[in-house]
């Protein structure tokens, strides 16, 4: 059975529209997210705002100024102008393997880049096991590809949207995941020439949000994540087989969580998608990763409560920091990745 989550999250969104608390006359303050009253008095409020692109670029700033390790680099601007993120560590070594997370290509996917800023402010700290980390791999971490989408800073409608404030597309209405082969908006412009064709990686985690809906095969069970390697028949065996492991590593370390119940995403092979065109072009081990719900979509049955914010940027952080670490230690060389063989696909409850 699987542990109980006593985790409730409370949002931006809570707060910007007054924050009040029905019934309770409590106003939430800031980032003061200790035990609330209205919730059963015996859960944990444990305040995982989501950071707003104003906050993210704040937060990423303060760490830069702290920290000598990180590097933060601005490597190109979205339709609206606004500055894309990338965070470095190390010094990007060519005798050490270089890995890239990438982060809402999909503005509404976005618990991976809350994920993503916990392990840029890991990384930044004297945390066990991070001078290994930074001592045998170089990182880049690109949060947030989408930041126009994310704001709802959109040259179309969002009205038929849940909430109206995240979208997939950017602005201009393209999905930034079918346009890594012309690269005709700036934002994959960008992430092509001034990170993967400037820094080289060898790894590269793409991480995303599904349905709520979505079951490990038919048991009815459902998963907290799904995974999928580069399926394009253009991509080098050999890569694909390294994306396999990194998978495997991926896979060990979130299945030995609570919440840890993954499937094997059924993607595509065009090679606009960054899981293909990364691996075939630039012969980049890739492994999507796609969180359970997302915080807005026309689909109502798509977008999950707060309630699971803390257990999937957990989950997020988790895929990350063992990459990390099996790059770090090499372990990744000897990961298995036969349980790709038997592990069942997705399937969707209820359509
Ligand atoms: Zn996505």
Redesign the pocket.
């Known amino acids: 059975m699987k542990k109980k989550l006593l985790t409730v999250a409370v949002t931006g969104a809570l707060l910007t529209t007054g924050g009040l608390i029905p019934g309770s006359g409590t106003v939430l303050a800031g980032d003061n997210g200790a035990n609330g009253p209205n919730y059963n008095g015996n859960e944990t409020i444990k305040n995982e705002r989501l950071h707003s692109y104003e906050e993210m670029a704040d937060f990423l700033h303060k760490l830069d100024q702290r920290s000598e390790a990180l590097e933060l680099e601005v490597y190109g601007q979205s339709v609206k102008g606004r500055d894309l993120y990338l965070a470095k560590f190390g010094a990007m070594d060519e005798d050490k393997p270089t890995v890239l997370f990438l982060t809402q290509?999909?503005g509404n996917?976005t618990l991976t880049t809350e994920g993503a800023l916990q392990v840029i402010k890991h990384l930044t700290s004297n945390g066990k096991n991070v001078k290994n980390i930074l001592e045998n791999v170089n990182v880049l971490i690109a949060p947030r590809l989408n930041v126009d989408g994310a704001e709802g800073d959109v040259n179309f409608s969002l009205d038929d949207y849940v909430s109206g404030t995240h979208t997939?597309y950017n602005a201009n209405g393209v999905d930034l995941?079918r346009d890594h082969v012309d690269r005709e908006q700036p934002e994959t412009k960008a992430l092509h020439e001034e990170v993967l064709q400037k820094y080289s990686p060898d790894y590269m985690i793409d991480l995303?949000?599904?349905g709520t809906q979505v079951t490990l095969g038919d048991t009815g069970e459902l998963v907290s994540g799904s995974i999928l390697y580069p399926t394009n028949s253009e991509v080098d065996p050999e890569v694909r087989e390294q994306s396999k492991k990194l998978g495997a590593v991926v896979y060990n370390a979130v299945e030995s969580k609570g919440y840890g119940l993954l499937s094997k995403y059924p993607g595509g092979t065009a090679q606009t998608i960054s899981r293909n065109g990364l691996a075939a072009e630039y012969g980049i081990s890739t492994l999507l990763f796609?969180m359970r719900g997302m915080a807005d979509h026309y689909r109502e049955d798509y977008v999950l409560g707060q309630k699971s914010n803390g257990y999937l940027i957990q989950q997020a952080v988790t895929a990350m920091t063992a990459t990390l670490e099996a790059l770090a230690d090499g372990s990744l060389e000897s990961a298995d990745p036969s349980f790709w063989d038997t592990l069942p696909e997705s399937n969707y409850d209820g359509e």
């Open positions: 290509q999909h996917e997939r995941n995303h949000h599904q796609e």
